[in-house]
């Protein structure tokens, strides 16, 4: 069973077509960036996996269920880092915040393990606005990973991360990726990680490309040497000068 | 000085700013974290209609402005919640018509002249023990309902969306909090007067917010100093002889000032 099932979407907003003929399947352990144009409705996509928004029409299933009955089952990171900052709330609380409505007991220690596998726990009681951008992040990716889900959806996750933390922030991204589909929408059209399994491409429709269109092997053939151990970040794009992958088919 | 404190009048205006300050504690924290300071000036000033309407129908006050607000507070909460970016401009549009309203009631209620200065300001000197106790209930049920829903109102204040993705159902909270600011608003501004109620829900969180380091500490805090503010005031317009409601509210804009200063020291001093 795929984790993320999307069969003949379509969503408007008023009467706006933001997708359309959408089809997806993403399989366990996948590792997909999406990617596309401002507006193209990547976020959109986001939402009508998260249950945020519904389809006019087509069918959406996440874990073999209903978004919004597979909310245990998904692990939300929304883009903006830098909300309401000077809110009195400390980092375990954030965390603990990620365990509304699911019982499980032992919420604290839980959210611990959480805190610590992120190498934040350190700063559990510390004011959320006080950490940097890259540590709230973490404490979110955190309050994602608390309910145990199966999967993982990080809206635009570097923004707030300058170069090197990026380089650090993928290599955890790979780690969890272990155990977890992760999928991310990515504002950069040229920049994604090497960790990346498959990518999906989103303007009103969606195109996907799996592993096989984007093997390691190829990009490490084009792309060998200077880039190498330091940045794990490679180019992909669909244009000139480099064409790593094909155009998309009309359909 | 102390010997004010053998007045009746002064025993219950002391009572009664402190269970004023303990439900501004709770609501005020919601509201300066949730970012609708102006909408709870809104129902405030909205609520005068409610008075007019009272006066014009001869309903008794207190059901005919609670109804006549809450009506008002809804509008608002849909209007802000569907609309966002308008949400400001039709407040405001409320704020006016209400206390338009409100005063034309007034004008062609025969035989009777309201005194908008009490509504305004208040007259917490005048507050009875009946007051006191409906102040206790509503007091005790913000206690309660606070308790209830906490971790909701912790999650949709913080961060809204991911609080959907969790199943806190954001919309019933949101408009629960919404309706219950307006009767809090209206029970205090018959006690305190509308401004009053606006500064002691917003100043004491304030100042309260970057010390804390919960929102139930804020709660907390954020009491402890409206009460500090609602007595001291007291204290200075019984010993100079001036207005309760504006004594309390310049004791606080005056702390207020203070902690903007000091937060710049701060700034200053760890560099």
């Not at chain 1, 249950?51 to 929304?78: E, F, H, M």
């Not at chain 2, 000033?45 to 006066?55: D, N, P, Q, T």
């Not at chain 2, 709660?219 to 309760?244: C, H, P, R």
Request: proline letters at 3%; one cysteine or more; aromatic letters at 8%.
């Amino acid at each position: 069973m795929p984790v993320i099932e999307i069969n003949d979407c379509d969503f408007s907003f008023e009467k706006e077509t933001v997708l359309q003929d959408v089809n997806l399947q993403i399989p366990h352990g996948d590792f997909v960036a999406v990617i596309g144009p401002n507006g193209g409705g990547k976020t959109t996509l986001l939402k009508l996996i998260l249950g945020l928004l519904t389809p006019q029409k087509g069918s959406i299933l996440v874990d073999g269920k209903p978004p919004q009955k597979a909310l245990r089952a998904i692990g939300y990171v929304p883009q903006n880092v830098h909300v309401n900052r000077s809110f009195p709330v400390s980092a375990l609380d954030v965390v603990l915040m990620g365990m509304i409505n699911i019982d499980t007991g032992a919420d604290r220690s839980k959210a611990m393990a959480a805190l610590a596998r992120m190498e934040m726990d350190e700063y559990a009681d510390r004011k959320i606005g006080t950490l940097s951008g890259g540590q709230r992040q973490r404490v979110f990716i955190a309050r994602a990973l608390v309910s145990g889900p199966k999967l993982l959806l990080l809206d635009e996750p570097t923004a707030s991360i300058d170069a090197k933390g990026q380089a650090d922030f993928y290599r955890l991204l790979k780690e969890l990726n272990n155990d977890i589909t992760i999928l991310l929408v990515s504002h950069d059209l040229l920049l994604i990680s090497r960790y990346v399994k498959s990518v999906a491409c989103v303007n009103k429709q969606l195109y996907y490309h799996n592993q096989a269109e984007i093997t390691g092997a190829m990009l490490e053939h084009m792309y060998a040497g200077s880039t190498g151990e330091t940045c794990p970040v490679e180019l992909i794009a669909h244009g000139m000068p480099h064409r790593v992958l094909k155009h998309h088919e009309v359909k | 000085m102390l010997e004010a404190l053998q007045f009746d009048f002064i025993q219950n205006a002391l009572i009664a700013g402190l269970v004023a300050s303990i439900i501004c504690g709770i609501m005020g924290t919601l509201v300066v974290v949730n970012r609708i300071v102006f909408l709870s000036g809104g129902i405030a000033h909205a609520a005068y209609g409610g008075v007019g309407l009272a006066f014009y129908l001869k309903w008794p006050y207190l059901p005919c402005t609670m109804g006549f607000s809450f009506f008002a507070a809804m509008i608002m909460a849909l209007v802000s919640h569907t609309a966002k970016h308008r949400a400001d401009t039709i407040i405001g549009v409320i704020w006016a018509i209400g206390m338009a309203f409100g005063i034309i009631m007034i004008d062609i209620t025969p035989g009777y002249n309201a005194d908008l200065m009490s509504y305004l300001f208040g007259s917490i000197l005048t507050v009875t023990r009946n007051d006191i106790y409906i102040m206790l209930i509503i007091a005790l049920l913000m206690i309660i309902l606070a308790r209830l829903f906490y971790k909701e109102l912790l999650a949709m204040s913080y961060d809204e969306e991911f609080a959907k993705t969790r199943g806190v159902p954001v919309v019933k909270i949101y408009f629960g909090l919404i309706g219950m600011l307006a009767i809090t608003i209206v029970l205090l501004i018959q006690i305190v007067g509308l401004i009053l109620v606006i500064a002691l829900l917003t100043i004491p969180p304030f100042i309260a917010e970057k010390y804390v380091k919960s929102l139930f500490q804020m709660m907390v805090v954020s009491g402890l100093i409206g009460a500090v503010f609602t007595v001291t005031g007291l204290l200075i317009s019984y010993q100079y002889n001036l207005t309760s409601g504006a004594s309390i509210i310049m004791v606080s804009g005056i702390a207020f000032i203070f902690s903007l200063i000091l937060d710049r020291v701060r700034i200053i001093l760890r560099f």
